[in-house]
């Protein structure tokens, strides 16, 4: 059995203010990578990419070869800690409820008219192409520290709210005003009722049968990943309480160590919370573990 990880932390992004940047993403994908070793991942099948190291094209080339190289049997983990944002879908592309594409922030990040390019993020629809990919045999497990959505109307006034908490929300809005109203309009016509929680289930869900993705995620559709300090260090909270989780109950479920970062962020008063998208019987067993 071979154990490989690529472990993606952003804290400087190439053309956004440092006002947009984030402290604790580093520090995340340095930890996660630093706490795999007990698990039989070495560093030389540990891939770290941290800020300029991290476009969009070295991150994606990273996560292929690690899809790729993967035979029945391996574990394989992918950790994402950055901005989360959304662009609009394609056209001709699949069918989105809010006709909104989840998207995570790599370095590289620009704007394109008055939305992100997505040549410079990463797309769900793309993560889940690539997971489909994953032979059977293959437990892949993805750690998400990072908005996954716009559902909760993310927007100015939420970040605000966290930046008063001295926090800071790991969701980027459009980069314009017309961006934002334009997304804001799309929300809209998306159906009221129930959470979208479409975006983490498909990514655990392939288009084949082969491989059934394991996902924790930092925080519900609406809600924002906090960017937070603990002990005077930066980290998300997310990342810090599913480690210390980890440390405290190396024997514990998934579904316990899910349990302990409620209990954590409850505790923190921070108002995301973490979820975990798999099959039911992963959620039986400890982080690591097929089934």
């Known amino acids: 059995m071979a154990r490989r990880a690529l472990c993606v932390g952003i804290n400087e992004f190439e053309s956004l203010p440092q ?3 984030l402290n604790g993403c580093v520090n995340d994908a340095n930890d996660i990578a630093k706490a795999l070793r007990p698990l039989g991942f070495t560093g030389r099948a540990t891939t770290v990419l941290t800020d300029s190291a991290a476009t969009k094209s070295a991150v994606m080339t990273a996560l292929t070869k690690l899809v790729d190289t993967a035979k029945a049997g391996d574990h394989i983990v992918f950790t994402l800690s950055s901005h989360g944002t959304q662009v609009p879908n394609e056209p001709g592309g699949d069918f989105e409820p809010d006709d909104l594409d989840e998207a995570f922030a790599c370095h590289d990040i620009r704007q394109k008219g008055d939305q992100w390019d997505r040549d410079t993020v990463i797309v769900d629809d793309e993560l889940r192409d ?48 017309k961006g934002l109203e334009q997304t804001r309009a799309l929300r809209t ?10 975006a983490l289930v498909e990514l655990t869900k392939s288009r084949s049968t082969a491989s059934k993705p394991v996902l924790f995620a930092a925080c519900k ?15 998300g909270a997310f990342t810090h309480l599913f480690l210390k989780a980890l440390r405290d109950q190396p024997a514990a479920t998934r579904a316990d160590l899910l349990r302990a970062v409620t209990v954590g962020l409850k505790d923190g008063d921070f108002s995301q919370r973490s979820t975990l998208e798999g099959p039911v019987k992963s959620k039986k067993v400890g982080f690591g573990q097929p089934w």
Not at 189 to 198: F, H, I, S
């Open 19 to 21: 006002t947009s940047w």
């Open 130 to 177: 690539l997971f489909a990919r994953v032979p059977e045999g293959v437990l892949l497990e993805v750690l998400l520290d990072t908005c996954h959505s716009g559902t909760g109307l993310k927007d100015l006034e939420e970040i605000m709210q966290a930046q008063l908490l001295g926090r800071k929300p790991r969701f980027l809005p459009p980069p314009t005003r």
């Open 189 to 198: 016509l998306a159906p009221t009722g129930r959470p979208d929680r479409r």
């Open 221 to 235: 559709s609406g809600q924002t990943a906090s960017d937070a300090t603990f002990d005077g260090r930066s980290n």
